[in-house]
C-alpha cells in the first residue's frame, strides 16, 4: 500500500466525490437530496458483520487493515449510504499511549492499567499517529481505493479528549464518573497535563487519518453530555479546540458530535467543526436555530426508532425533513450509533425513504 | 393518627410555615437566602440510614409510616435543609395497579410481571391512592407533626406516567429502553389506554399527599430525557399535563422535573408546574431565560460536585448563585438525586455555604 495509487485513484474520481451530497452538505452547499449516513453503521445489526465478528475479536477486526477495510464496505454494499466511515472505534489512541485496552463481551472496552495519579498521566506516551495507529492509516488507504471507484466519501474518527479521558480514568464505562470528574475539578494541574496529551494525540490522530484519505473527519465527545456547562467550558472545551485546530491543519470538513449537549450546543460549536452532531432530544430545527447558519447539522433520528413498525419511522423521519425542509447543510442521521439488534429492513427502507422524500421536498418547496 | 391532629398542628406554625425560604421561593416571592434541599436527601450516603436499612428492606422503611417518617427526619436532623421529602420511592404506585415491585440489591428496582400486551394494560386498576397508598399518606401525616414544631415544609412526590411507563414495561432499569419506546411508537392505542391509567394514578397520588399534609408535591419524570421532543410532546406531555391537572386541584405548588431534558425545557414547562427542576446539563440562568419569569426553577448543582474538594464544590455552587443573582423563585438543588457514596462533611458546609453566601449576594446587590 503506498501513497501514490491512492492519490490518482482519487484524483480520477474526484469531481464526483467533490460533488457528492455528503461533501457539499458538509459544506452547506445545496444538493438535490438529503445525504445520509448512520454513526456505528458497519456494526453488530449486519449479518456479514457478525459472520466476520465470530472469528475475529473486535481489535483483530481493527488492526487487520483488510478486515477494517471489509467491514467498512459492508454497509456500504448493502445500502444506499453517502459515505462510509472507517471501521475501527474511539479508543485506540489510548493504546498508543501506553494504556492497555481490551473489549470484553458484555463488558464493553475496558483499561487494565487506568490512570490513578500523577506519575500515570506522567507515563503517558504522546507518539506520532503513523507509528501508534498505522492499522487504521492503512485500512483508510485501502478503502479509500474502493470506495473511490463508487464516488463515496470516507469519514475518518476519533474519541475527543473528555471521553478519552473518561474511559482512561475509569477504566471502562462508569455510570457516574466520579473518578474522572473528580480529577477534573480536584487536580486542575494534572488535568491540564493530562487533557493537553490527549487532544495532542487526538488532534494528530484526526490529522494523520485526513492525510491517509479521509475526506471528513468526525470527533466523538460521547460523554461531554455528562459535563455541567460551567465545566466543559472551563476543562474540557479547550482541548477539543486545539484538537479540532491540528486537525483543521488537513483542511478537510470537521464533524463535532457529543451526546446529551442539548443545553450547551453553542459552547460545543465554540469548540470548533463545520458540521455539529445534534442527538436526538432537542428538536433539529431548533438545534440549527441555536447554532445558527455558518455551521452544517448531522441528525437527529432516535435509534430506538429503527426497531419501531415502518409508519413511525417514517413519520418520525418525515418530521426531522421537514422542520428544516431541504436547508442547505443538512446531513440525515442517528442521533447516536445505531444499536445492535436494529431490524435491517427498516434500515434499507430509512435510507432510501430520506433520499425520495428530501428530494421531492426540494421540488415542492 | 387522623387528620384532626394534623390540621391542628399545622394551624399552629401556618404563619413560619407559609413564610419560609422554601414555600416563598415557589411562589417567586423574595426571600433573605436562597433555600436548597436535595434531592434523595433522605439515602444512603448517611450511616443513620444504613443502619436502620440494615434491619429492614427499602419497601419496609417505605410502608411502615412511623419508619418513613424517621427517615425523612434524618437529613432535617443533621443539616440546616429548608424542605423535607417523604421518604418514599417513584414506583409504588405501580404496586396498587397490580404489578409486582421489588428492590434487589445491585439491580434496582424491578417489576416481576411487566406489562407486554393489551391484556396486560387493561388488567392494571386504577384505585384511589387511599386504598394502596396509604403507607405514604400516613407517613407524611406523622412527619407534618414532627416539622410543623420546627417550620420545615414536607415535600410529596410521584414518578411521572413515562418514567412510570418505562419501568413497568421493561421490568426495571434499561439501557435503551428499546420496548417501553417501541409500544410508544407502534402500539399508539395501546399506548394511550397505560398513561391515561397511569396519569390518573400519578395525578390522584400527588392530590392525595397534598391532602395529607405535604405543601410542595413533585411530579419526577426521571427518563424524560431519552425521548426526542417530538416524542415527548406527542406521547407524554399531553398525559404528564392531565397528571398535573389532577394534582393542582389541591392548590399546593407543583415541581416537575426531568433529567436531561435541557433541549425541550419549554415542552417540560408547558405540561405544566409552578417551579421547574433542571439538571446540570445546562447553566441554570440559560434555562431560566428559555423557561421565562413566571416560573421559579429548582437546581442545578452536578451530584459528583460533592465529591470533590472544597474549593472545587465552592466555585461550583458560588457560581450557580451568582449566574441568578438572588433573583426570586430560586431552590438551590442537585441535577439529580445525592449519590450513595457522597461525604456527609460535603453536604453540610454545601448547605451552610448557599444560605450565607446566598445572604451576602442580596445584601450587596
Known amino acids: 500500500m503506498d501513497n501514490t495509487v491512492n492519490t490518482t485513484a482519487s484524483l480520477n474520481t474526484a469531481h464526483s466525490l467533490e460533488n457528492s451530497l455528503f461533501l457539499r ?9 438529503t445525504p445520509i449516513w448512520l454513526m456505528r453503521q ?3 445489526y449486519m449479518v456479514e458483520y457478525r459472520r466476520l465478528r465470530e472469528k475475529h475479536t473486535i481489535l483483530e477486526m481493527i488492526k487487520t487493515p483488510e478486515l477494517a477495510c471489509e467491514v467498512t464496505l459492508q454497509p456500504i454494499n448493502a445500502f444506499d449510504l453517502d459515505a462510509a466511515i472507517i471501521f475501527a472505534d474511539i479508543l485506540p489512541p489510548l493504546e498508543g499511549m501506553g494504556l492497555e485496552l481490551d473489549f470484553i463481551k458484555g463488558e464493553g472496552p475496558t483499561i487494565y492499567n487506568p ?3 500523577e506519575a500515570d498521566v506522567e507515563r503517558l506516551r504522546v507518539l506520532p499517529p503513523e507509528e501508534t495507529l498505522r492499522f487504521t492509516l492503512d485500512a483508510i488507504k485501502l478503502a479509500r481505493q474502493e470506495l ?9 474518527f476519533s474519541g475527543a479528549p473528555f471521553t478519552l479521558a473518561s474511559y482512561a ?3 471502562g464505562s462508569s455510570r457516574n464518573r466520579i473518578q474522572v470528574k473528580n480529577m477534573m475539578m480536584s ?4 488535568w491540564h497535563t493530562l487533557m493537553t496529551k490527549l487532544s495532542e494525540v487526538a488532534g494528530h490522530y484526526l490529522l494523520a487519518q485526513a492525510h491517509a484519505g479521509a475526506q471528513v473527519i468526525q470527533l466523538f465527545d460521547s460523554w461531554a453530555g455528562e459535563l455541567s456547562a460551567y465545566d466543559y467550558e472551563n476543562f474540557v472545551l479547550p482541548y477539543s479546540r486545539h484538537a479540532i ?7 478537510v470538513p470537521i464533524i463535532h458530535f457529543g451526546t446529551g449537549t442539548s443545553g450547551m450546543l453553542k459552547l460545543i460549536q465554540a469548540a470548533g467543526g463545520d458540521v455539529i452532531g445534534v442527538d436526538w432530544r432537542i428538536d433539529l430545527a431548533q438545534a440549527w436555530q441555536i447554532l445558527g447558519d455558518n455551521v452544517s447539522v448531522q441528525g437527529n433520528l432516535d435509534p430506538v426508532t429503527l426497531f419501531a413498525d415502518w409508519d413511525a419511522l417514517e413519520a418520525r423521519s418525515r418530521h426531522i425533513l421537514d422542520s428544516v425542509h431541504g436547508k442547505p447543510g443538512h446531513i440525515f442521521n442517528l442521533g447516536h450509533g445505531i444499536l445492535p439488534e436494529t431490524p435491517v429492513d427498516n434500515v434499507r427502507r430509512l435510507v432510501d425513504f430520506v433520499h425520495e422524500y428530501s428530494q421531492k421536498l426540494r421540488t415542492t418547496a
Chains 1, 2 share one sequence.
Open 148 to 156: 473511490d471507484l463508487r464516488g463515496i466519501p470516507l469519514i475518518g
Open 245 to 251: 485546530e491540528i486537525a483543521s491543519q488537513s483542511g
Open 187 to 190: 487536580q486542575p494541574a494534572m
Open 25 to 33: 452538505a458538509c459544506r452547506r452547499q445545496p444538493t438535490d437530496a
Open 42 to 44: 458497519a456494526g453488530r
Open 169 to 171: 480514568i475509569e477504566g
Open 115 to 117: 490512570i490513578r495519579n
